[in-house]
DNA sequence: TACATATGATCAT
DNA sequence: TGATCCTATGTAA
């Protein structure tokens, strides 16, 4: 589920619907209930999010502070509202409206200097901060390490996830092991424009789909979800949509990344 | 019933 | 590099 483009999304469709009102906070799953009860009835003045972290911000000065992990999921509703599920660690309600949480990586409440210490290690948000592309550039150029795996560092950039990353890598026709340090001034300006662009295209729609009409399929009905408007992403031994040769599949610290071996030399 | 797997990140060694 | 945390789902046994 979760890339930097599914937290900016919750951020300004339950924003719409929280801003401004007192909202009831509780925890069913009971590990967050300490907190909840600190907010409960307090004041949503601000949702927002940064890269993969969503905050939301009461009158009173303290936030919650969700990351959804690898397993994190948000669920929202109209009344009448469905049966929590018992794991839900976090469940906000107005009168007319909800959001339930589970599996999150994080869900804490946290003063604003704490808040402040979360986001000052992070890169520039392609979301947030179109214009960051000099920032990740200069990021990118003191790392010896694969591009591929400076992707995912959050400080190099945030919101960036395992999907993202091998899409952009195509889309730029490179190679996921080049040394980030190594790439030239042009390829870092495309690749911060397409980071960009699939981002905010993955914000509007919820998904991150990246191939142009031109190399769509006639037929997709025999692609999987996962495989379906991508490039690379788990089409391991698939042909390439540009040039047909098998999509390969190799592990960057035990997580896998694809790529096409002819377009991205 | 058990196991594998997943768009993430941290901490210990 | 490996262990660990978090949840849901699909497939194997």
């Not at 899409?167 to 996921?176: K, Q, R, S, T």
Request: with cysteine; hydrophobic share 35%; net charge negative.
């Amino acid at each position: 589920m979760p890339e930097g483009h599914i937290t900016h999304r919750a951020a300004r469709l339950q924003g719409r619907e929280l801003v401004g009102h007192h909202v009831t906070v509780v925890s069913p799953q009971g590990r967050f209930s300490d907190s909840a009860a600190r907010v409960d009835e307090g004041k949503v003045i601000r949702v927002y999010a940064y890269g993969k972290h969503l905050f939301y911000e009461f009158a009173s000065g303290l936030s919650i502070h969700v990351h959804l992990g690898l397993f994190g999921k948000f669920r929202t509703s109209s009344a009448p509202f469905p049966e929590p599920s018992p794991n839900a660690r976090l469940l906000i309600q107005t009168d007319t409206y909800e959001v339930h949480l589970t599996g999150p990586n994080t869900c804490e409440l946290l003063e604003t200097d704490e808040v402040d210490g979360i986001l000052g290690p992070l890169g520039p948000d392609p979301l947030g901060e179109p214009t960051g592309g000099d920032g990740f550039a200069r990021r990118l150029s003191t790392r010896k390490i694969p591009i591929g795996r400076a992707l995912l560092e959050q400080k190099v950039a945030s919101g960036i996830g395992n999907v993202l990353r091998s899409e952009l890598l195509f889309l730029v026709g490179v190679n996921p092991f080049t040394p980030a340090q190594e790439l030239d001034t042009e390829t870092v300006e495309r690749l911060w424009a397409q980071t960009v662009r699939q981002l905010q295209f993955g914000e509007r729609t919820g998904r991150i789909a990246t191939v142009i009409a031109e190399d769509q399929p006639a037929s997709a009905a025999d692609e999987t979800p996962e495989q379906r408007g991508r490039y690379t992403y788990y089409r391991d031994g698939e042909p390439c949509r540009r040039c047909a040769t098998p999509i390969s599949v190799n592990k960057i610290d035990s997580r896998n990344i694809w790529w096409c071996s002819y377009c991205q030399q």
